[in-house]
């Protein structure tokens, strides 16, 4: 079964800091290109981050660059999103996407950006 399972979400306050996992497990992790995507309430999705397999491209959507971080480490089927200098327009339920089998989504993790 190809599943993604996110955690590390919570509440954090303006100017916090945030590390996001996703586990991966029914597919081969190492050949995967990984994606973080979020929704904030009454939005669509944005589409916040992408590691390529391979050599492991990163990219960033403007909103984020400079202060988000993706990475992965292949060994335990993980990728990460560090996220930094958080801002309350950052509240959202972020999602991992796995570009596998036409897409497969994780369930979503809670961040909320608050004083």
């Known amino acids: 079964e190809v599943q993604l399972v996110e955690s590390g979400g919570g509440m954090v306050q303006p100017g916090g800091s945030l590390t996001l996992s996703c586990a991966a497990s029914?597919?081969?992790?190492?050949?995967?290109?990984m994606s973080w995507v979020r929704q904030a309430p009454g939005k669509g999705p944005e589409w916040v981050s992408v590691i390529y397999a391979g050599r492991g491209n990163t990219y960033y959507a403007d909103s984020v660059k400079g202060r988000f971080t993706i990475s992965r480490v292949n060994a335990k089927n993980t990728v990460y999103l560090h996220m930094n200098s958080l801002k309350p327009d950052d509240t959202a339920v972020y999602y991992c996407?796995?570009?596998?089998?036409?897409?497969?989504w994780g369930q979503g993790t809670q961040v909320t950006v608050s004083s």
């Open positions: 996407y796995a570009r596998v089998y036409g897409g497969t």
């Open positions: 029914g597919f081969t992790f190492s050949g995967a290109d």
